[in-house]
C-alpha cells in the first residue's frame, strides 16, 4: 500500500478530465440478458473497441445511486448514462476492451437507484452481497457468448455499492446459494473496487481469491476507509495480488466529481491515480501474457 502525495498529484488533475475531452467517442448500444439469479431480464451498455478481436472484457457495476445522470428528464437509455459510467467505459473501450455496464437497479423497478444513507432501507433484491454479484455473473455469461470477446480474460469492475458486489466475488462469500449451473463460478481474472465499503468482509474474515484491486477514498463521507484500510491491511501485507491504496482527502465518488466543476483538488488527483492504477492493473492481468 502507497499513500499518495497530493504535491505531486496536483501536477496531474488537469489530465482526467483533459484525457476524456481528447479520447475519440464510442458509441454504447444496449443489450439484453438474464441475472444469473435465474428470473431477471437486466439492461446492459455495451461498448466496443474498433476491429474484430477477440478483446478482453470488462464488466462494470454501477453504485447506489444507479447508472443514470441525476438530472430529472435523463432517460433510462445510453443517452441518459452518468457522465462518469459513460467516461469509464469509453476510457477502456478505447484503450481495447470490450465493456459492459449492467444495470442492476432499473429492471428492477429502481432507475433512479438510491440516495445517501438509505442502505437499511434498500430491498433485498438488490442487495451487493447476493444478488449483484448474480448479475455479474450473467453479464459474464453473455460477454462469452460474442465472438468478439475472450471469455478468459475478463475483469469485474465496481464502485461503491458495486465495488462491494466486485468484492463478494473476489472473495467468495455471499454469492446466493443455488445460483445458475449454467454460469461458471470463477469467470473473473481479477475484480477492482473503488470506494466500498468493507465491513461485511472484514467481519467474515475474506480473503480475495483472484488479483484484486482496492482504491480507498481517504476522506469517505459515505463509509468508513478506516474499515477498508483496516481490512486491506490484515491481508495485504501477505498477498502481491492484492493491492489496496489510499487517496489522501478524496470523497467519495471522487473519479465522478473531477469530471464536473464540484471537484476539490484532492478529488482531481485521485482520479488522476485512479484511472493510472486501474489501467495498469487491467494490462497486467487481462492483456500480458
Known sequence: ??????????????????????????????????????????????????????????????????????????????????????HWAQRLADDGYVVLLVDSFAPRGYPAGFGRNSY?????????QTVRPLDALGAAAFLGTRADVRPDRMAVLGW????????????GPGLASGAATSVTARPFRAA???????????????????????????????????TCERWARSYGEREPGFIWEVMPGAAHNFDGLALTNRARREDQAAAEVADTRVRSFLAR?????
Not at 473496487?193 to 459515505?222: F, H
Not at 492481468?285 to 501474457?289: F, Q, S
Open 160 to 171: 461503491s455499492n458495486g465495488a462491494m458486489a466486485a468484492l463478494a466475488l473476489a472473495t
Open 120 to 128: 437499511a432501507q434498500r430491498p433485498a433484491q438488490v442487495s451487493e
Open 1 to 86: 500500500m502507497k499513500h499518495v502525495g497530493l504535491a505531486a498529484l496536483g501536477l496531474l488533475c488537469a489530465g482526467f478530465v483533459g484525457s476524456t475531452l481528447a479520447q475519440p467517442r464510442i458509441s454504447a448500444s444496449s443489450v439484453q440478458f438474464d441475472s444469473a439469479d435465474q428470473r431477471t431480464r437486466l439492461t446492459g451498455y455495451l461498448f466496443t473497441p474498433a476491429g474484430a478481436g477477440p478483446f478482453p472484457a470488462i464488466v462494470l457495476l454501477h453504485g447506489r445511486a444507479g447508472l443514470y445522470s441525476s438530472r430529472p428528464d435523463a432517460p433510462v437509455s445510453p443517452e441518459g448514462l452518468s457522465v462518469r459510467h459513460r
Open 285 to 289: 492481468h487481462l492483456v500480458a501474457p
Open 192 to 226: 477492482l473496487a473503488l470506494y466500498p465499503g468493507c465491513g461485511v468482509l472484514e467481519r467474515a474474515g475474506a480473503t480475495p481469491s483472484i488479483p484484486t484491486l482496492l482504491l480507498i477514498a481517504g476522506a469517505d463521507e459515505e463509509v468508513s476507509p478506516a
